[in-house]
């Protein structure tokens, strides 16, 4: 079997984007003008769709959409061959088979930047691929094998909602008649219908103890950590997502984002998913937290209305930090945790640790509140979901609760 031709990276940031001059990205623009004259038109239908998405929606959704866009029409343009307005049902339910099991020459190992600027020009990192295989912590990957990749049920639906919304943009715009992929979806063959009791990703309440505990204990004996206690605090304290407290076109978290109410209650305000702002309740204990980490950056005790501040500060530079950023603290200290509850407790009992990620802080600190029986419509309004339904489905599980104690006692004979 032929390889197939290798894939170069098609979009850059929203900013480099808007404004883009294709003379800059030498590898791109002969990828565009050699071929087909429709290479182009697709990759500026691309370009408009993703400039609005970048300027309607979060960092994330856009970098989420930018890749989906982007391995779609490399498909089109490399593999296919075929334009987009001439795709029908079939042909989308041949890129989901291209996407369960992807070329080895089109998957790589990690996150690396798409382009790279040598001699003035962005020219296409070579160690990029248009899909990631992604290592557990743990597992080596001085021999990783590719083959193992499989698109996880949430990936594939991913891939199939941001082309959809291509679809309905051009659709919108008269670029294109019509949109396959809403009937290819229901006939796709690796969607299965899900009826799972759903797991939450987690930490024990004794797993969050050595989190927070060795968290402590760097930050007394490092004033730097001081940052990654309040950071692991502040994400599992106010169940935050990792974007809610990092620096992102047009919202920047800063100090004077806690404030007190007449009452003396205080309440941190959160720009949060679907460009909504929220106030999470601080409770009394996070106080201190708030006010060791002040002190040790040389700030007042709490801050002020004025306090422009960042929340989560650089140690060198200035200003705030990007999720990947904050990520790599959280995991640092996980990493930390696994180590020391493993040898006091066994792999069995730290075993979690070792599959964390931020994420599950939000996860934690909501579970616990469930546990510790606060008002579901409460913690709701706090985690920023649309309606109590969504909390109960996502933290609760009332109707499996009920359905597993009522079928405790079932007997075999």
Known sequence: MMPKPLAVPLFPTYNELKNIDLTDYPQLSELLNQNESWFKKHWLWGQEFLVYIGRNKSEHTFSRFRNEVERFLLWTFLIKEKPMD??????????????????LNWICLASYEKFLLECGFYVANKKWSPFRLKISKGDSITKPDRNKYRPSQQTLASSFTAINSFYTYLMNEEY?????????????KYFIKDAQVKEIKRLTSSQWQYVLDVAV???????????????????????????????????????????????????????GKGRKIRDVTVPVHFVEFLKRYRLSRGLSGLPSQGDTNPII?????????????????????????YERMK??????????????????????????????????????????????ATTD????????KKRAASGKERKVN
């Open 86 to 103: 001439e795709l029908r049902k079939s042909d989308i339910l041949e890129y989901a088979d291209f996407c369960w099991q992807p070329p």
């Open 176 to 188: 294109c008649a019509g949109n396959p992929v809403l009937i290819a979806k229901r006939d796709c």
């Open 217 to 271: 204990e760097l930050a007394d004996s490092d004033p730097h950590h001081e940052r990654s206690l309040f950071l692991i605090a502040a994400l599992k304290t106010f169940f935050l997502r990792i974007s809610e407290l990092s620096e992102r076109s047009g919202w920047s978290p800063i100090m004077s984002h806690f404030w007190e109410d007449d009452d003396g209650n205080w309440w941190l305000k959160i720009y």
């Open 313 to 337: 500060e650089k140690i060198r530079g200035r200003g705030g930090m990007t999720s990947r950023q904050l990520s790599r603290i959280v995991q640092t200290i996980f990493d930390y945790a």
């Open 343 to 388: 040898n006091k407790e066994g792999e069995d009992k730290a075993r979690k640790l070792k599959e964390a990620s931020a994420h599950w802080l939000r996860h934690t600190g909501a579970s616990l509140e469930i546990e510790r029986g606060r008002s579901l419509k409460d913690l709701s309004e706090d985690l920023g979901h649309s309606s109590m």
């Open 393 to 400: 489905t996502v933290y609760v599980h009332s109707e499996d």
